[in-house]
């Protein structure tokens, strides 16, 4: 199984505007959203692995400068989850532009581990579904996995479309993982301060 031919890219360009604060750097267990989801995926099968920032990158650039991915920034991370999708895949496939597939993973879903991330790249090389989606409350949705099959399409979604839209417009080749974990994303202060419970 040659899982090197899978990339990752992790989406970390938001604002944070419902936090109030960059969420990427509130932390969790001892560790920074942003520094938990980069060691994660360092750990994982996933190859190249690259980092996009957008609002707030020079708070944010020096908490992950240590590690061997790319960081890349989107300067039109306003205009929603597609532009960083965009310019994700963009970075990855100039690394290797043989890529099989590319996963997507966000920064605020700390229940996001190394196997989690694996089973998606293992799912993937076993059915050879266009997507594997981890699956959690009822829906299908982030980390997940595209094959080369549909990065037209991530390349082509519209302003704050994201992974979600194409997992829904594809839905009947879609190949699920369960992730009850993937249900707990942090969003507001209340989302934070439930998580200290968790």
């Not at 839905?171 to 209340?190: C, K, L």
Request: hydrophobic share 45%; glycine share 6%.
């Amino acid at each position: 199984m040659n899982s090197r031919t899978v990339g990752l890219m992790i989406l970390a360009a938001g604002a944070s505007t419902r936090m109030g604060t960059p969420k990427q750097l509130l932390t969790y267990r001892g560790c920074s959203f942003v520094h938990h989801i980069i060691e994660v995926a360092v750990a994982s099968l996933c190859q190249p692995i690259a980092v996009v920032l957008g609002a707030n990158v020079e708070r944010i650039k020096p908490e992950i400068s240590q590690f061997p991915v790319q960081i890349v920034e989107n300067q039109d991370w306003e205009e929603g989850m597609s532009a960083s999708i965009r310019v994700g895949l963009e970075a990855l496939l100039a690394v290797n532009q043989n890529l099989d597939a590319v996963a997507i993973a966000l920064c605020d879903q700390p229940f996001v581990l190394s196997q989690t991330l694996n089973q998606l790249v293992e799912a993937y090389h076993l059915t050879r579904k266009p997507i594997i989606a981890s699956e959690y409350s009822e829906t299908f949705g982030v980390p997940a996995l595209f094959s080369r099959t549909m990065f037209s399409e991530l390349m082509t979604l519209k302003s704050n479309e994201g992974a979600k839209q194409l997992i829904k417009r594809h839905i009947h080749e879609v190949y699920s993982i369960p992730f009850p974990g993937g249900a707990i994303d942090i969003d507001t202060p209340n989302d934070y301060e439930q998580l200290q419970f968790i």
